[in-house]
């Protein structure tokens, strides 16, 4: 009875313990996350819906000089859409950056974090392309990625490498990509905060990775006060529970 009674609170505070901690939703902590806002740049005849970075591209929240490749496309639905080329995953535009073998094309955004505080990055990726008057010119048929790097507030800086499905590019096909991916990527900051870069760079054989639709969110947890409450309320249902069994007789 006393070892069924321990694992029973034992399965309730697991599970107690695991609903406190959730992705926040609606707090973005990015500016410009799913890259709506932009201004500048430069559309060629011979690519249209790409608002190619001259220089002049400015994209709030976001730095587009790493390298010299990294542009803004418009979605197929957007007003003033000039083709049906792109399809973006949130919004009217996305992000793509040139990926080669030794990366150096990317963009990047700094943002604050509170201290020893979880958060979780999200994205939409897909493998990309350019398409020059009328053609695909560009796509992948060794690998497509994204590394993502944090540093700064952070007890060690964070590197994943995420890769795209190159079955969601059709080179003979009018609109790209076919479909979108969605990560998540969990870090926690150190004891003092302050500042995180975050930095998508683009890496494959020769095409470009598209990005969209960034989210950094503070992952939900409860108050000490309230974590206390809960844990209390769940040893009082496993006292209620072995009263109720022993037929009220009380705690031995
Ligand atoms: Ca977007
Ligand atoms: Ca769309």
Not at 3 to 24: H, K, L, M, N, S
Not at 199 to 221: I, P, Q, S
Request: hydrophobic share 40%.
């Amino acid at each position: 009875m006393m070892a069924r009674r321990t694992e029973f609170t034992g399965i309730v505070v697991a599970i107690a313990i695991t609903c406190w901690i959730a992705p926040a939703h609606g707090v973005n902590l990015l500016t410009n996350g799913s890259f709506e806002i932009w201004s500048g740049g430069y559309t060629p005849t011979t690519q249209p819906d790409r608002i190619f970075n001259d220089l002049t591209l400015s994209v709030p929240g976001w730095n587009f000089a790493i390298g010299l490749s990294s542009d803004i496309y418009r979605d197929k639905n957007a007003t003033g859409a000039q083709s049906s080329y792109y399809d973006a995953a949130h919004g009217d535009y996305l992000a793509g950056s040139g990926s080669f073998q030794t990366t150096h094309e990317g963009i990047s955004q700094t943002f604050t974090v509170a201290p020893n505080t979880t958060y979780q990055l999200s994205f939409e990726m897909a493998p990309g392309g350019l398409n020059y008057s009328g053609s695909w010119i560009e796509n992948a048929t060794l690998g497509s990625s994204w590394l993502v790097e944090l540093t700064g507030a952070l007890p060690s800086a964070v590197s994943n490498t995420f890769n795209t499905n190159l079955a969601h590019f059709n080179a003979t096909g009018t609109t790209n990509p076919l479909a979108w991916t969605p990560q998540t990527l969990s870090f926690t900051s150190n004891a003092v905060g302050g500042s995180v870069l975050l930095k998508f760079t683009a890496f494959g054989d020769l095409t470009h990775v598209f990005l969209d639709n960034v989210v950094v969110e503070r992952m939900v947890v409860p108050e000490p006060g309230v974590a206390g409450l809960l844990l209390a309320g769940t040893v009082g249902l496993g006292v209620v529970r072995r009263l109720h069994r022993g037929g009220g007789r009380g705690i031995a």
